[in-house]
């Protein structure tokens, strides 16, 4: 089992490595950093070129990528524009563990990425559980009632909420619960943000400021997810060995429970834990609406600066979560299932 | 038994069902996601603690970079730098000058400004100090100067401070500004000052200022208000100074929330979440006043223009001829766009000096919308329709012109106007829009507007250094290429006249003669459509008419913020 | 995809004689779910209302702006109303609909060549060939698809220039768009074909069409392939679907199809600031949209119980 773990671990280096250039290749050609640090006003040739070379942009692109991976440490640079490269590198370079700073915030990356984590995760999981909880119900119940009026009706329903953007449910349910809602006098809730400043961060207010965005991001997902587990469900109450409990006479609701649920368990569990790593990356478009301070926000705001560092240090840490959640969910595979032995 | 599971599972069923019809919006069974906001209400609401306590909350739609004012040059950074730092001079709401840290703004009449021009001196005020109580003296402006040019701090701009060669600080209260030659737009110098007693240690230690911890926490400002703290993604806090040197403010603290989104910012200004906006798209404007919101506006020295690239090299032939430039202007219908799609809020700027009447002295007037007159102009340079296809063509070359932005909605709806406008004149528009960072791409970077590929470039743009008038870009040396790939001048464009000008007005320190250069300028850019304004865009600000005394500057906008309070 | 379609009616005439073939089976299960026939009708629906209405609405009229008539409610004259600059909702639905159905079916149709390459070419030569593309393809699962999506659009963001076909001017980000949704959602369907062709490979069809010396290239494409359609169909079918609202959200975010051609997604885009004030600026081109992904995802559905093998239901 070690030895199959540390495999894998070694597997997922060249894999890491080929994302890395692919994307790093990506991120140089996709704007430039430097045209928009004028604020408003288009930056100066002068400032141009001044900071070009001291962020290290003149290099090619294979030095930079270099710089990237192990640092500049170990060699020169040149800071005062004389041509002549004379003051030693400061960067130490992702491999060991030097992100690198943002070229906007001048903020290490880890700092930028760490303080967005929490607020991110937070925020994902509990739409995770909250789909995963009543896609179950759900998904069990349509199987078990398959082209049933009210399967077809549930499906229908499941259909619309999968097919809406997400942006559509989340302006219009905003519009609703928190504008007319107080408009018309009821209870209702906060429009952006993760708390109110001037409350502080107390679990009440986070909780409140949560429903919305947890609301719009579980919508899709549990459609997905109970379509997933219907089809599961209805795949494993065809095999011979629930037709044969159903056959012995068995208790209808010990073979949904203990015979099918029970070998359903397996896939269900493989895909939850497939995309747990991808919930770090938060959500793009929902963070973005609710003004909810997560990954997927600091992602788009640098995106949208060619910031190279940090989107890389996003995209990076995503995929290492990846890589490493697909072990773990290996691991948990062949520990349910004992036909499985990894040597 | 089986009834039983299958009666919960309904039931949980039935549950679900109204959490997924709440997505479309039905009201009515909306309760039970609902309820858990009863919480928010009561805690959320602002009205408690304002009886002890005044505390407004501002919305950007951007969050500041930094706070250095070295580091960013931001809009939503310099403007919160009213808050907490502080400027030599600031400007109120007709943009006019006033002394903030010095006595007196130099001139030649009080001696500040030296007979040749080369030597500026400001007086400090001696009961200026920071907020931690140090004095702020010429030490600090020398160190904020010497900083800014410092190769080893990786500023966002040098600009105004490169051109200052040397500065003197005889005493505590006296900075003397050499300069090589005169330097017109000096008053652009000075909007922000850092504390040397705090920052020339860090610098002593580390080389830089790069990774300061004051950057992102200036515990130490110089403004009405102290920096409290920041949160990454959500919010700032600025608590009263209670060590101003100038009349303390009214409002206790200020809380700034970052919400990206347009339509988020105008949902939590109508609820009563926040009090003030800024940077408001005229869309929003509607629902705002609807929901009793003040917008005001501020000229802040922005135009949005369409900018002519004329250059043999680059353009379609037809750019070159200056009564084809103009037909393009008159076939476009800029006041109905402004009345209709900017919903009457702005004007056609005549000149880029717009909102600076004393340089647009005397008044550039924009060209008529006449599609006729337009017409006639082009047949009489020879574009006609000779092949029948609805486009003018002349020797042999269709008159296609390249129109290029940035992505924003107004930008592209204008551009939709344009396209179908010119087509009726018989002009054919290809539109094309990109994020602005490759927009503004270099020419070495292959960027559309540095490699000549626009005919027509549209950005909003202000005089540089506004409320001074200087401008660069149009300058024949700023035209890129292989050895200056950096070059700035997007127009390709050499008019010899033009540059002779725009060089003498950035070293005319007496402001009666610039003004006339400026105004002849102006005069060029309108006889000879190098540039054609399309609405002014002045800083947009939507206000509860719960704060008052409430007053913007489009140059240091929060000028009067101590005067600001909060009412019920 | 909806080239099934056409096959239909005469399915339908078969249908008395036994024994019933595998499409027989499947069209018979198809039958029975009664969504995707629903699926199946509006799909029709939708391609008449897009290529159908251009026969009465000109393109010219689509992109005719008029200021003065801006935002007005949905009328006899403008029955979807009309958009922020004067221009008709309802002509640009229509263009918009073209370009977005055309996005949809573009991108699947490079998607599934892609993953089709991809996967046959893994799963029939495995060894180093099976390691480099399976490395790529995890490479590629590994970095969220939005982000993905961002960063390919503004790489290649405003390179393509305007194109002309027949006279019609469409914005080069159309390309642009389809090429970033094919070469972003291939991945699951190289896998599955991969699957496919790992299981297939030695059954004695494949094997004795080796023995006879048929070409490798022959095996793939006419011997294994074939039997991989069921799968592909349905995964194909569905990712039309998601093509379509991915465009939606490059859209939102700012980087989708460029005016002035117009699609579903980029108009419910510019009309997000308008959520109350000019409800009609979002609920048509929402419903479009709303519409499509719903009944294709029907259509899928219905394809996927028909042709699984293993959904014994019938």
Request: charge should be negative.
């Amino acid at each position: 089992m070690f030895r199959y773990i540390l495999k894998r671990l070694l597997q997922g280096i060249p894999l890491l490595f080929i994302i890395s250039l692919v994307l790093f290749l990506l991120m140089m050609n996709v704007g430039d950093p430097i045209a928009t640090m004028g604020g408003r006003t288009i930056t100066r040739p002068e400032d141009r070129e001044r900071l070009k070379r001291q962020l290290g942009l003149d290099k090619p692109i294979a030095v930079q990528y270099l710089y990237w991976l192990v640092g500049n440490d170990w060699t020169k640079v040149d800071v005062d524009g004389d041509g002549i490269a004379d003051k030693p590198g400061t960067r130490k370079g992702i491999l060991r563990g030097d992100f690198g700073k943002s070229l906007v915030t001048k903020k290490p990356v880890t700092e930028l990425v760490g303080e967005r984590i929490p607020n991110t995760l937070l925020l994902m999981v509990a739409a995770e559980v909250v789909t995963i909880f009543f896609a179950l119900l759900l998904g069990i119940y349509s199987a078990l009632r398959q082209y049933s009026t009210m399967d077809n009706i549930m499906t229908a329903l499941l259909f619309i909420a999968y097919s809406m953007p997400i942006f559509f449910v989340s302006l219009a349910s905003m519009y609703v619960f928190a504008i007319l809602f107080k408009r018309w006098g009821l209870p209702y809730l906060p429009t952006v943000g993760m708390f109110d400043p001037e409350v502080g961060k107390t679990p009440a207010q986070v909780l409140s400021h949560m429903v919305l965005p947890v609301f719009t991001l579980s919508v899709p997902y549990f459609a997905a997810y109970s379509r997933y587990i219907r089809g599961t469900m209805l795949e494993v109450m065809s095999q011979d060995y629930v037709r044969t409990a159903r056959a012995k006479g068995l208790p209808r609701r010990q073979v949904v429970y203990i015979h099918a649920l029970k070998n359903a368990a397996m896939p269900i569990v493989t895909v939850i834990g497939l995309d747990l790593p991808f919930l770090l990356g938060g959500a793009v478009v929902t963070e973005r609406i609710f003004a909810w301070p997560g990954m997927g926000r600091l992602f788009f705001d640098h995106v949208s600066r060619s910031d190279l560092p940090v989107v890389m240090g996003i995209l990076m840490l995503v995929a290492a979560a990846v890589v490493i959640f697909q072990i773990i969910t290996d691991i948990v595979y062949a520990w349910l299932d004992p036909r499985i032995r990894y040597n | 038994m089986k009834r039983n599971i299958s009666l919960i599972l309904s039931l949980l069923v039935m549950a679900t069902m109204l959490l997924a019809a709440c997505g479309g919006g039905s009201p009515t069974e909306a309760e039970a996601p609902a309820a858990e906001g009863t919480e928010s209400t009561s805690s959320g609401s602002t009205d408690a603690p304002a009886a002890e306590k005044k505390v407004a909350t501002f919305i950007w739609v951007q969050e500041f970079t930094t706070l250095n004012p070295l580091y960013s040059t931001g809009w939503f950074t310099s403007i919160t730098r009213q808050f907490w730092n502080c400027w030599a001079w600031q400007y109120d709401e007709n943009n006019e000058a006033y002394p903030y840290l010095v006595t007196e703004i130099p001139s030649f009449e009080n001696g500040g400004i030296s007979e040749d021009g080369l030597a500026i001196t400001l007086h400090l005020r001696d009961d200026i100090k920071w907020s931690d109580g140090e004095p702020i003296t010429s030490e600090d402006f020398r160190f904020t100067w010497a900083m800014t040019i410092d190769p080893s701090n990786v500023v966002s701009s040098t600009y105004p401070y490169d051109n200052v060669i040397d500065i003197e600080t005889p005493d505590p209260q006296t900075v003397v500004m050499k300069f090589e030659s005169p330097f017109a737009p000096w008053q652009s110098l000075w909007q922000g000052l850092i504390p040397a007693h705090i920052l020339q240690p860090v610098y002593d230690a580390d080389g830089t200022l790069d990774s300061a911890e004051w950057n992102n926490n200036p515990t130490v400002g110089c403004g009405p208000y102290n920096f409290a703290e920041w949160e990454s993604g959500s919010y700032a806090r600025f608590v009263r100074n209670d060590n101003f040197y100038n009349e303390p403010a009214k409002i206790d603290e200020i809380f700034i929330r970052f919400v990206p989104d347009d339509a988020s910012q105008t949902a939590a200004i109508v609820a009563g979440d926040a009090l003030l906006g800024a940077f408001i798209p005229y869309s929003e404007v509607p629902k705002l006043k609807e929901a009793g919101i003040n917008i005001m506006t501020q000229p802040s020295g922005f135009n949005e223009g369409l900018f002519f690239q004329v250059s043999e090299e680059h353009s379609h032939p037809a750019m070159l001829d200056v009564n084809v430039r103009k037909a393009i202007v008159m076939a476009i219908d800029f006041a109905s766009f402004n009345e209709d799609v900017n919903l009457g809020l702005v004007k056609t700027p005549g000149s880029f000096w717009d909102s600076l009447p004393f340089y647009n002295d005397p008044a550039v007037e924009p060209y008529p919308y006449d599609p006729d007159g337009a017409k006639a102009l082009l047949d009489a340079a020879g574009w006609v329709d000779s092949n029948g296809d609805g486009t003018r063509d002349k020797d042999g070359v269709e008159f296609v012109i390249q129109h290029g932005t940035t992505t924003r909605d107004v930008r592209q709806e204008f551009q939709a106007v344009a396209q179908q406008q010119l087509a009726e004149v018989g002009i054919k528009l290809e539109i094309l829009n990109f994020d602005s960072d490759i927009f503004w791409g270099t020419f070495a970077d292959n960027g559309p507007t540095y490699t000549g590929e626009l005919d027509l470039q549209e950005w909003s743009d202000s005089p540089y250094g506004f409320p001074d008038p200087d401008l660069y870009y149009w300058l024949c040396s700023e035209i890129p290429n292989a050895d200056y790939p950096s070059g700035s001048n997007s127009f390709f464009l050499c008019d010899e006249e033009l540059d002779a000008l725009i060089q003498l007005q950035s070293t005319q320190m007496d402001p009666a003669e610039r003004q006339k250069t400026i105004s002849q300028i102006n005069q060029i850019f309108h006889d000879k459509v190098y540039w054609a304004g399309i609405w002014q865009d002045p800083d947009v600000w939507a206000v509860s008419p719960r704060l008052t005394g409430v007053k913007f500057s489009g140059v240091t906008p929060f000028f009067n913020i101590t005067e600001w309070d909060i009412t019920e | 995809m909806t080239t099934h379609t056409p096959s239909i009616p005469q399915l339908a005439e078969d249908l008395a004689t036994p024994p019933l073939t595998l499409s027989q089976l499947g069209w018979l299960r198809f039958r029975r779910h009664k969504m995707a026939l629903v699926g199946v009708v509006i799909i029709i629906f939708l391609f008449l209302f897009a290529f159908g209405g251009a026969l009465i609405y000109s393109e010219q009229y689509a992109n005719y702006t008029d200021t003065s008539l801006r935002l007005l409610p949905p009328s006899a004259e403008h029955p979807f109303g009309t958009d922020t600059i004067g221009r008709d909702i309802l002509a640009r639905t229509i263009y918009g609909g073209q370009i977005s159905l055309f996005i949809g079916i573009v991108a699947v149709i490079i998607e599934t060549l892609l993953g089709i390459l991809v996967g046959a070419l893994a799963g029939y030569y495995g060894g180093w060939v099976d390691s480099l593309l399976m490395r790529i393809t995890e490479a590629l699962l590994n970095i969220p698809t939005i982000f993905l999506l961002l960063v390919m659009a503004k790489f290649f963001g405003g390179q393509v220039p305007e194109i002309d076909i027949g006279g019609r001017v469409f914005s080069g980000s159309v390309i642009v768009i389809v090429v970033i949704i094919g070469a972003t959602s291939w991945m699951y369907l190289a896998r599955i074909v991969r699957a496919e062709f790992l299981s297939l490979k030695e059954n004695e069809f494949v094997l004795a069409a080796r023995a006879t010396g048929t070409s490798n290239a022959q095996i793939i494409f006419l011997h294994i392939l074939p039997n991989t359609f069921a799968p592909i169909i349905v995964s194909s079918t569905l990712s039309v679907a998601n093509a379509i609202l991915s465009e939606a959200y490059i859209s939102f975010l700012g980087l989708g199809v460029q005016a002035p051609t117009a699609t579903w997604g980029n108009m419910l885009d510019s009309s997000a600031n308008y959520l109350d004030s000019a409800p009609w600026l979002w609920f048509f081109p929402g419903m479009l949209i709303l519409l499509t992904v719903l009944s294709i995802n029907f259509l899928g559905d219905g394809l996927r119980d028909a042709l699984d093998p293993r959904s014994r239901t019938v």
